[in-house]
C-alpha cells in the first residue's frame, strides 16, 4: 500500500452508494474495508472461498487477511491457508489519533481531539506474540500499516466523565503514512532498539527502548522463540540475552 492506493480506496469507498447511509452501519468496519481496497481495488479478488474459510483477498500475491482485532482470530484460517499459498497479514497501527465522543442519549459527537499518543512498532507486540508460531512460516508475510485515524467512542464508561471504560464504535482512517513489511525472521530484528547491548537483560530491553517491561518481555519471548536472539544464561537472577 501506498498514499496513492490508500486514497484510492478511500473515495472509492465513500463515493459508493451503500456509504451514503451513517457511520457504523454495515457489518464491515470502515476500517477493514478501506484497508482491503487498498491493497486490492478489484473487487472479484474479495471474499474468495479457499479451503473452507473465506480470504479476505485472493490474487496472484496469494492471500491478504486485513486484521483489525485479535490476530488470535486468525489461527485456524492460517493453519488451512499457509500450506497451500503466501498469506499476507496485514495489522493496522494508528500513527496518529484523533477521539470523537459520541453522547449515548442525544447522539451528538462532539469535536475531535488529538491523542498525545503516537503510534510505532512495538503497538504491533501483543498481537504478534498470539501468533508468534506462524511468524516463521516461509509463506507467512506480515505488513504493519500505519494511518491516521479516527476514533469515535460511546460516552458509555464507569468514570465520572463515561470516558474510561467506554465502548468503540468505529475507527475511520483518513491518512496513510508508513508501512513496514516483514517477510522473514530476519526481518524481525527491526525491533531490536540501536542502542541495545550486545547481551542484556529485559530491564536493558526496556532503558534501550523506552517500552514498558511488559511489553518487552512479550517482545523477547517472540524474538527468541524465531532465533533472533538467545538466551545465553542470567545475570543477577534475570535471564541474559544475546543478539544473533
Same mark, same amino acid.
Request: charged fraction near 25%; proline fraction near 3%; hydrophobic fraction near 35%.
Given at each position: 500500500? *501506498? ?17 451514503? *447511509? ?36 485472493? @490474487? ?18 492460517? !493453519?488451512?491457508? #499457509? ?8 495489522? &493496522? ?9 459520541? !453522547? ?11 491523542? &498525545? ?24 508475510? =506480515? ?49 531490536? &532498539? !540501536? @542502542? #541495545?547491548?550486545? @547481551? ?9 527502548? !523506552?517500552?514498558? =517491561? ?11 522463540? =524465531? ?11 534475570? @535471564? ?5
Amino acid at each position: 500500500m *501506498n498514499t496513492e492506493s490508500f486514497y484510492l480506496a478511500y473515495n472509492a469507498f465513500w463515493g459508493s452508494e451503500r456509504q451514503q *447511509n451513517s457511520i457504523g452501519t454495515y457489518s464491515e468496519k470502515t476500517l477493514h474495508a478501506i484497508l482491503k481496497h487498498s491493497y486490492e481495488l478489484d473487487t472479484s479478488c474479495h471474499e474468495i472461498k479457499f479451503c473452507n474459510f473465506v480470504a479476505d483477498i485472493m @490474487n496472484d500475491n496469494g492471500i491478504t487477511e486485513i486484521q483489525t482485532r485479535s490476530l488470535n482470530n486468525l489461527r485456524r484460517k492460517l !493453519d488451512a491457508f #499457509l500450506p497451500e499459498t503466501v498469506v499476507t497479514v496485514v495489522y &493496522p497501527i494508528a500513527s496518529r489519533k484523533w477521539l470523537c465522543w459520541i !453522547d449515548a442519549e442525544t447522539g451528538e459527537t462532539t469535536k475531535k481531539r488529538k491523542s &498525545p499518543k503516537i503510534g510505532n512498532i512495538y503497538d504491533a507486540v501483543s498481537e504478534l506474540y498470539k501468533i508468534k508460531m506462524y511468524l516463521g512460516h516461509p509463506n507467512f508475510k =506480515l505488513k504493519l500499516a500505519f494511518l491516521e485515524i479516527e476514533e469515535y467512542r460511546h460516552l458509555n464508561g464507569w468514570s465520572k466523565d463515561k470516558k474510561r471504560g467506554s465502548s468503540r464504535y468505529e475507527r475511520i482512517p483518513v491518512a496513510f503514512t508508513d508501512e513496514i513489511s516483514f517477510n522473514c525472521p530476519d526481518d524481525y530484528r527491526l525491533f531490536l &532498539p !540501536d @542502542n #541495545l547491548p550486545e @547481551n542484556f537483560t529485559s530491564q536493558d530491553f526496556k532503558k534501550a527502548s !523506552d517500552q514498558n =517491561l511488559k511489553t518487552c518481555q512479550t517482545l523477547i519471548n517472540v524474538l527468541n522463540y =524465531l532465533g533472533v536472539i538467545e538466551q545465553i544464561g542470567k545475570s543477577s537472577r534475570k @535471564n541474559l540475552y544475546k543478539i544473533n
